[in-house]
């Protein structure tokens, strides 16, 4: 790291222990962090997002030594997940500790925690101390689209922070994979970025996904309606989108359109009544790009947001979960099929 981004390294770290809150750079998403210590520090996040107070926030800490610190108990598969993927996009949900606050996991006696694989969030957390750690959410609004960028931070938050560490664009672009371990089995809450292929293959048993509305816990990012852009976001099948295109320019609406597939690729490539944009046939790039190109359509004010189904497969699951949460508002021709399934394999 430069000297300059040292020297804001040792600000922010100034600020936090003032209590403040501030933004910074992950391999997922921009959180923001708040030192987990501080009730009135927290609170910020909450006030500052919109955030309701029974929606808990991932605990951010830099060194897997520590985890015993912040939990009251680490089952075998949690150690064997954690040993493999950490740093990395994993939440672990976990018998809270007792140096964990109650605004801190919304209430709740589980709370999630998870180690950063980025070098400025490492660096922050370790100027913190071996027991020191942030509470931090994504740093954007309630609900809405998630920051890959810090001029997103500063797009959507702006003096509402105290300082914003400038990162670079987030690596993965979509947040953690949660995996519980408030039963007998682990569970994953939210798909992210580590495929459940991966997961299973570290623990040798396949892993289970829970519907949002079966799980008795609640975690980040799995409202019904979740990464949403204010513009209508609609996602239609490559069969029909072509036809949903027409009846939307019946309507008179300007429309923006987000492809992935050779045969959207050709149709709407040329056509400049359509504002057309394509991302990657590849899952892991696809992801990566998704959040900067739906705030960029939504910063352009159309009157929709139309986005081509993903890949009906499992490694798309996250993508997935996203556009369905982000879509929520809006079901027309709503087609991916539900993937919240149990034992489902990621495969490529």
């Given at each position: 790291?430069?000297?300059?981004?040292?020297?804001?390294?040792?600000?922010?770290?100034?600020?936090?222990?003032?209590?403040?809150?501030?933004?910074?750079?992950?391999?997922?998403?921009?959180?923001?962090?708040?030192?987990?210590?501080?009730?009135?520090?927290?609170?910020?996040?909450?006030?500052?997002?919109?955030?309701?107070?029974?929606?808990?926030?991932?605990?951010?800490?830099?060194?897997?030594?520590?985890?015993?610190?912040?939990?009251?108990?680490?089952?075998?598969?949690?150690?064997?997940?954690?040993?493999?993927?950490?740093?990395?996009?994993?939440?672990?949900?976990?018998?809270?500790?007792?140096?964990?606050?109650?605004?801190?996991?919304?209430?709740?006696?589980?709370?999630?925690?998870?180690?950063?694989?980025?070098?400025?969030?490492?660096?922050?957390?370790?100027?913190?101390?071996?027991?020191?750690?942030?509470?931090?959410?994504?740093?954007?609004?309630?609900?809405?689209?998630?920051?890959?960028?810090?001029?997103?931070?500063?797009?959507?938050?702006?003096?509402?922070?105290?300082?914003?560490?400038?990162?670079?664009?987030?690596?993965?672009?979509?947040?953690?994979?949660?995996?519980?371990?408030?039963?007998?089995?682990?569970?994953?809450?939210?798909?992210?970025?580590?495929?459940?292929?991966?997961?299973?293959?570290?623990?040798?048993?396949?892993?289970?996904?829970?519907?949002?509305?079966?799980?008795?816990?609640?975690?980040?990012?799995?409202?019904?309606?979740?990464?949403?852009?204010?513009?209508?976001?609609?996602?239609?099948?490559?069969?029909?989108?072509?036809?949903?295109?027409?009846?939307?320019?019946?309507?008179?609406?300007?429309?923006?359109?987000?492809?992935?597939?050779?045969?959207?690729?050709q149709i709407f490539l040329n056509m400049k009544?359509?504002?057309?944009?394509?991302?990657?046939?590849?899952?892991?790039?696809?992801?990566?790009?998704?959040?900067?190109t739906l705030r960029r359509f939504d910063n352009?004010?159309?009157?929709?947001?139309?986005?081509?189904?993903?890949?009906?497969?499992?490694?798309?699951?996250?993508?997935?979960?996203?556009?369905?949460?982000?879509?929520?508002?809006?079901?027309?021709?709503?087609?991916?099929?539900?993937?919240?399934?149990?034992?489902?394999?990621?495969?490529?």
């Amino acid at each position: 790291m430069t000297p300059k981004i040292l020297q804001e390294i040792v600000s922010a770290t100034k600020v936090l222990q003032a209590g403040g809150v501030v933004a910074f750079p992950t391999e997922t998403v921009y959180g923001l962090g708040a030192d987990v210590s501080n009730a009135l520090a927290v609170n910020r996040i909450f006030e500052i997002k919109g955030r309701p107070p029974n929606h808990p926030l991932i605990v951010h800490f830099s060194n897997i030594s520590n985890l015993q610190h912040w939990t009251q108990e680490v089952p075998e598969a949690a150690w064997k997940l954690a040993e493999h993927f950490w740093p990395g996009p994993l939440t672990l949900i976990l018998p809270r500790g007792k140096h964990i606050l109650p605004i801190v996991t919304g209430g709740q006696n589980m709370v999630g925690l998870r180690i950063p694989n980025h070098p400025i969030a490492l660096a922050l957390l370790e100027s913190l101390g071996a027991t020191g750690a942030l509470a931090a959410p994504s740093a954007n609004r309630f609900g809405r689209i998630s920051p890959t960028t810090a001029a997103h931070v500063t797009e959507e938050l702006g003096s509402a922070v105290d300082m914003i560490l400038d990162g670079g664009a987030c690596k993965v672009g979509l947040e953690s994979t949660i995996v519980s371990f408030n039963g007998k089995t682990p569970t994953v809450l939210r798909p992210g970025g580590i495929p459940l292929a991966a997961l299973a293959d570290i623990l040798n048993e396949n892993i289970a996904l829970s519907r949002t509305e079966d799980s008795a816990i609640r975690v980040s990012g799995t409202l019904a309606s979740h990464y949403a852009p204010l513009t209508p976001l609609e996602i239609c099948t490559t069969k029909f989108l072509p036809q949903r295109v027409r009846e939307l320019k019946e309507q008179g609406l300007h429309v923006a359109l987000i492809g992935w597939s050779t045969e959207i690729y050709q149709i709407f490539l040329n056509m400049k009544a359509i504002h057309y944009c394509s991302l990657p046939q590849e899952s892991v790039a696809y992801g990566r790009k998704l959040y900067a190109t739906l705030r960029r359509f939504d910063n352009e004010h159309f009157d929709r947001l139309l986005v081509e189904a993903p890949p009906n497969r499992p490694a798309w699951l996250a993508i997935i979960d996203r556009l369905q949460r982000a879509s929520h508002a809006l079901k027309i021709n709503t087609e991916i099929d539900d993937h919240n399934t149990k034992n489902l394999k990621d495969s490529k």
